[in-house]
């Protein structure tokens, strides 16, 4: 079974842990191709498209948004992400559910395979934050793509929320800066320091930097689509 898991940073596993790898231990008979780019929104997605559906996979998985919401936030981290993406037009919720929609749409149009939405992980650790609150509301535009189009929903975002309030972790300020995010990949290359010790450092219980997965969080992903394969 070829498994095309689509996404960001997140799939890349560049500075995340990698829920590929989980996922391979989870379903050893799956063939896992990797497009994942670091900082993509959506529409840069949908912009890849051609070549990996080409591939015709047997499985596709999507997690993509969690670069929407950031960027629909304001502020430094949205500016960054804009200059860096080029999108031709701002990144809204809007936006966001109509690309999320074209895909969908191209590849059940010009694939035969099974297709399921993630729903984007929870951004920072504080539930009531303003920043979880932006990605729990875009979870819904992704539940609410697949349900029109008729494909596979993942309640990833649900997950790691309920995780997060059951857990009773601190809370600490949001933090969204390339400085605060190369300290952890720093300790991980450098130190050698596995992602979990560098979210144990930070009070962190789902990512290291409030935006990238620890293993926690990566096995979280790996277990949903397993789920979905199995």
């Known amino acids: 079974m070829h498994v095309l898991c689509l996404g960001d940073s997140i799939t890349r596993a560049q500075v995340s842990a990698d829920y590929l790898a989980i996922l391979r231990e989870l379903v050893p ?3 896992l191709t990797r ?7 959506a529409w840069n997605a949908l912009q890849r498209l051609d070549p990996l559906l080409a591939l015709q996979p047997d499985a596709v998985t999507v997690l993509i948004g969690t670069n929407d919401v950031r960027a629909s936030l304001g502020g430094p ?18 936006r966001f559910a109509e690309h999320l929609s074209t895909i969908v749409e191209r590849v059940t149009r010009e694939t035969t395979a099974r297709l399921a939405l993630l729903s984007p992980t929870v951004l920072g650790q504080d539930p009531d934050a303003p920043q979880a609150r932006a990605s729990a509301d875009y979870a819904t535009v992704v539940r609410d793509v697949a349900a029109e189009h008729g494909v596979t929903y993942l309640p990833l ?10 857990a ?4 600490p300020a949001f933090v969204d800066t390339p400085a605060y995010r190369n300290r952890a ?10 992602w979990d010790a560098v979210s144990r450092s930070r009070g962190l219980e789902l990512t290291t930097d409030f935006v990238h997965q620890n293993e926690r969080g990566a096995r979280m992903i790996a277990e949903e689509i397993a789920g979905f394969l199995t």
């Open 185 to 194: 990949l720093a300790r991980h290359l450098l130190l050698r320091q596995s």
């Open 77 to 94: 981290t949205a500016e960054r992400l804009i200059a860096a993406k080029n999108p031709p037009a701002p990144p809204t919720r809007e």
């Open 168 to 171: 009773a972790p601190r809370r």
């Open 35 to 41: 497009a994942g780019v670091n900082g993509d929104l």
């Open 157 to 166: 975002h649900e997950r790691q929320l309920a995780h997060l309030r059951a």
């Open 29 to 31: 008979t799956a063939r």
